[in-house]
């Protein structure tokens, strides 16, 4: 597909997953992007695609004139209000906000991970949670697994710009001993760890639970043996996890296992070598980090410590469930 030219408009622009799409956009090599940028909140902004300025357009059918893909990048309201507007232009959309694939009548991809495959009649596919597509990258690549846990913590950016905003206003708040905004988490989550959200939270940790029990076997397999906590980290940006694996086969050791991870999109560390890895040192890198350490007291058991930049992740989900409909739809700009 070197070459090939496809005209992407990206609707929810000016979040940062959106930011983080344009960009990835920018640097494919498969296929050169004409990118619009399109929001309800920031139209007639300045802004950057990659290098480039770029105006944000307002959403408008005008809007999805001669576009190859739409990608919804904002929130799930955005994309409610605007899903089939989008769907009337003939594009493929691809859906990045969470909004369940039944009610969009999405085909959920993961390139790679699921067995589904788009054809002729898919005009719509949704992506894979980041932390299904962390914990898969991961466990697709053990063998003689007995049993896995994971506890996935997530970020604020999770959940989009508000959630982003009330933590960073809570913790304002408290530092000036003031109450705090919890209209996005219904609790307060600065300098908090939690398992559950508030009651009418909009950034549901129930809903995410429900939301990865339900993507996973499709990415990792329906005999995977993985048990799963998901938490509320108080830090803005980045995925980890703490995951346990007990394997079969007593005589595997770090090393092995160690070996087994080392390839493209997981850089992995062992303990005591002193590498950070953190949803900090994960920021803006394309790979998976992952510590390995011996689980006392478990008989062939493993700790990982893993981390992710969730947006990358997301939005390289995205971009390759663009490329796949590619292969199928007919160009609508002149190539």
């Given amino acids: 597909m070197a070459g090939k030219f496809a005209r992407?408009?990206?609707?929810?622009?000016?979040?940062?997953?959106?930011?983080?799409?344009?960009?990835?956009?920018?640097?494919?090599?498969?296929?050169?992007?004409?990118?619009?940028?399109?929001?309800?909140?920031?139209?007639?902004?300045?802004?950057?695609?990659g290098d480039e300025a770029a105006i944000v357009q307002p959403v408008a059918a005008e809007t999805f004139e001669k576009a190859d893909i739409v990608f919804f990048a904002g929130d799930a309201a955005q994309t409610r209000e605007h899903w089939a507007l989008a769907q009337a232009s003939g594009a493929g959309l691809v859906d990045l906000t969470g909004v369940p694939a039944a009610e969009t009548k999405s085909l959920m991809l993961a390139p790679g991970f699921t067995t589904a495959q788009p054809d002729l009649t898919t005009v719509s596919t949704s992506i894979?949670?980041?932390?299904?597509?962390m914990l898969a990258t991961i466990l697709k690549r053990v063998s003689n697994l007995s049993l896995a846990t994971?506890?996935?913590?997530?970020?604020?950016?999770?959940?989009?710009?508000?959630?982003?905003?009330?933590?960073?206003?809570?913790?304002?708040?408290?530092?000036?001993?003031?109450?705090?905004?919890?209209?996005?988490?219904?609790?307060?989550?600065?300098?908090?760890?939690r398992d559950e959200s508030g009651e009418d939270?909009?950034?549901?940790?129930?809903?995410?639970?429900?939301?990865?029990?339900?993507?996973?076997?499709?990415?990792?397999?329906?005999?995977?043996?993985?048990?799963?906590?998901v938490l509320q980290a108080p830090v803005f940006h980045g995925i980890t996890a703490s995951i346990f694996l007990q394997l079969s086969a007593a005589e595997t050791s770090v090393?092995?296992?160690?070996?087994?991870?080392?390839?493209?999109?997981?850089?992995?560390?062992?303990?005591?070598?002193?590498?950070?890895?953190?949803?900090?040192?994960?920021?803006?890198?394309?790979?998976?980090?992952?510590?390995?350490?011996?689980?006392?007291?478990?008989a062939n058991g493993f700790w990982l410590w893993a981390a992710a930049d969730n947006l990358q992740?997301?939005?390289?989900?995205?971009?390759?469930?663009?490329?796949e409909m590619l292969q199928l739809r007919p160009p609508t700009i002149v190539q």
């Fill in 8 to 49: 992407a408009v990206i609707v929810g622009a000016s979040s940062p997953l959106g930011k983080e799409l344009a960009e990835q956009l920018n640097l494919a090599s498969s296929v050169v992007w004409d990118i619009v940028l399109a929001d309800t909140t920031t139209a007639g902004q300045m802004t950057a695609a």
């Fill in 128 to 133: 894979v949670h980041p932390a299904a597509m």
């Fill in 150 to 193: 994971a506890t996935v913590l997530l970020p604020a950016s999770n959940f989009g710009d508000e959630a982003m905003d009330e933590m960073h206003k809570q913790t304002v708040a408290l530092l000036s001993f003031q109450a705090v905004p919890t209209e996005v988490f219904g609790t307060q989550v600065s300098f908090a760890l």
């Fill in 201 to 229: 939270a909009r950034a549901s940790l129930k809903a995410v639970r429900a939301e990865l029990q339900q993507q996973l076997p499709l990415v990792v397999g329906q005999d995977m043996p993985l048990a799963l906590q």
């Fill in 255 to 298: 090393a092995d296992l160690a070996e087994a991870f080392r390839s493209q999109g997981i850089v992995v560390a062992t303990e005591g070598d002193g590498e950070d890895i953190s949803n900090q040192a994960a920021n803006g890198q394309g790979s998976i980090l992952l510590r390995i350490r011996r689980a006392e007291g478990a």
């Fill in 313 to 323: 992740l997301a939005a390289g989900n995205a971009i390759a469930n663009a490329v």
